[in-house]
Antibody, heavy 119, light 111 residues
Framework: EVRLLESGGNLVQPGESLRLSCAAA????????LTWVRQAPGKGLEWVSS????????YSADSVKGRFTISRDNSKNTLFLQMNSLRAEDTAIYYC????????????WGQGTLVTVSS | QSVLTQPPSVSGAPGQRVTISCTGS?????????VHWYQHLPGAAPKLLIY???NRPSGVPDRFSGSKSGTSASLAITGLQAEDEAVYYC???????????FGGGTKLTVL
């Protein structure tokens, strides 16, 4: 059974940093690209960042480019999102999702972790 | 403002059929990228409903179907049931943004 479990969400002040983790189980971790998707309060889903199975290729939305860094540790089956210079508009539930190998869609999702940026 | 455009809400009575539209552009749906659909219940993880325009993952009832034409796509739900009440999102890939894009979501209300 595929499982994705996010952690690391917290209340932080604007300008601070936070690191999210997503522990995976039930599949060959390094064979799949992974993605972070977020949902701000009262808003829809927003793609944040993706990383290839090897970790060599990463892609990020313009809204987080230069502030957020996606990475993975294939030896520990864990995905990360390092978030720096946080802003109020980064407040959201952050989901990690597995990307199916054949077509840019997300076949399994975690339950999400809440990040609140507020003074 | 989402890259893919969906109606904010749709509604239907139990047993009826509803459709949800998803309109994109020449850099995503119109560039021949597939459209995928997700069902999102409050407090739960989003669930893949349709992938590759019109394919259902195992376990998704055949009451759900998808289609795509040109720069648009649609999700159809037949035989509406109370448990279908949720927010539905379309998603595709955008070549100019080099990343995935979502619609703004459509809230389905079962009357």
């Amino acid at each position: 059974e595929v499982r994705l479990l996010e952690s690391g969400g917290n209340l932080v002040q604007p300008g601070e940093s936070l690191r999210l983790s997503c522990a995976a189980a039930g599949f060959s971790f390094s064979s799949f690209a992974l993605t972070w998707v977020r949902q701000a309060p009262g808003k829809g889903l927003e793609w944040v960042s993706s990383i290839s199975g090897s970790g060599f290729d990463t892609y990020s939305a313009d809204s987080v480019k230069g502030r957020f860094t996606i990475s993975r540790d294939n030896s520990k089956n864990t995905l990360f999102l390092q978030m720096n210079s946080l802003r109020a508009e980064d407040t959201a539930i952050y989901y990690c999702a597995r990307e199916d190998g054949s077509g840019y869609y997300f076949d399994y999702w975690g339950q999400g972790t809440l990040v609140t940026v507020s003074s | 403002q989402s890259v893919l455009t969906q109606p904010p809400s749709v509604s239907g009575a139990p047993g009826q059929r509803v459709t949800i539209s998803c309109t994109g552009s020449s850099s995503n749906i119109g560039a021949n990228y597939d459209v995928h659909w997700y069902q999102h219940l409050p407090g739960a993880a989003p669930k893949l409903l349709i992938y590759g325009n019109n394919n259902r993952p195992s376990g998704v009832p055949d009451r759900f179907s998808g289609s795509k034409s040109g720069t648009s796509a649609s999700l159809a739900i037949t035989g509406l049931q109370a448990e279908d009440e949720a927010v539905y999102y379309c998603q595709s890939y955008d070549i100019s943004l080099s990343g995935s894009v979502f619609g703004g979501g459509t809230k389905l209300t079962v009357l």
